[in-house]
């Protein structure tokens, strides 16, 4: 366990509907970070926040948008979905944006169909 | 812009041998971290060693050490007797050391290693 939770494991949604991915960072990390790893793009960094603002966006749709919470957890919200959104879906947080090391999660695999 | 280039798709290695996997990246930055990441079939990405760019001295975590050549832009992986556990995708990554808030991390492709027993 990397202390680094993320649910649920597996979504399986239809084209169009909207999803909420979920992670709460190890105990103390203060920054959070979503990947998206699908085969054709490889390990994407989609936004990044820290004590609840947004630092960084990398590669996110407009149709993709994401908060973190009061007491550190961060929700990513996938909306309109497309065949093309399946993927799966990484949350990493460190102690501050700066510091070298990430813990990840285990990841949600999302299937759209 | 930073990339990170793994030309080796896939590699093999016959059990308790020595495999070295590539890693070239190009940036302009002059302080940097350098990673590499194990994500098995389980799908958990895994840290497996870093190095710090200012840092001279190559990294070394048990049967894990890197080759770092600044000058060449070059970061591979050294992975000496090799086990069974070590079957996986290996990633490169980069991030900047410095500029600003960003510090998200620059994946390269991945390279699926397979271990022969």
């Known amino acids: 366990d990397s202390g680094v939770t993320q649910t649920p494991k597996h979504l399986i949604t239809a084209t169009g509907q909207r999803v909420t991915l979920r992670c709460s960072p190890r105990s103390g990390d203060l920054s959070v970070y979503w990947y998206q790893q699908s085969l054709d793009q490889g390990l994407q960094f989609l936004i990044q926040y820290y004590n609840g603002e947004e630092r960084a966006k990398g590669n996110i749709l407009e149709r993709f948008s994401a908060q973190q919470f009061p007491d550190l957890h961060s929700e990513l919200n996938l909306s309109s979905l497309e065949l093309g959104d399946s993927a799966l879906y990484f949350c990493a947080s460190s102690v501050a944006p700066m510091d070298g090391g990430y813990t990840f999660g285990s990841g949600t695999r999302l299937t759209v169909v | ?117």
Not at chain 2, 5 to 27: G, I, K, N, R
Not at chain 2, 75 to 101: E, N, P, T, V, W
Request: one cysteine or more; charged letters at 20%.
């Open chain 2, 1 to 117: 812009a930073q990339t990170v280039t793994q030309s080796q798709p896939e590699m093999s290695v016959q059990e308790a041998e020595t495999v070295t996997l590539s890693c070239t990246y190009d940036t302009s930055e002059s302080d940097y971290y350098l990673f590499w990441y194990k994500q098995p079939p389980s799908r958990q990405m895994i840290l497996v060693i870093r190095q710090e760019a200012y840092k001279q001295q190559n990294a070394t975590e048990n049967r894990f050490s890197v080759n770092f050549q600044k000058a060449a832009k070059s970061f591979s992986l050294k992975i000496s007797d090799s086990q069974l556990g070590d079957a996986a995708m290996y990633f490169c990554a980069y991030r900047i050391h410095y500029g600003g808030s960003q510090g998200n991390l620059i994946f390269g492709k991945g390279t699926k290693l397979s271990v022969k027993p």
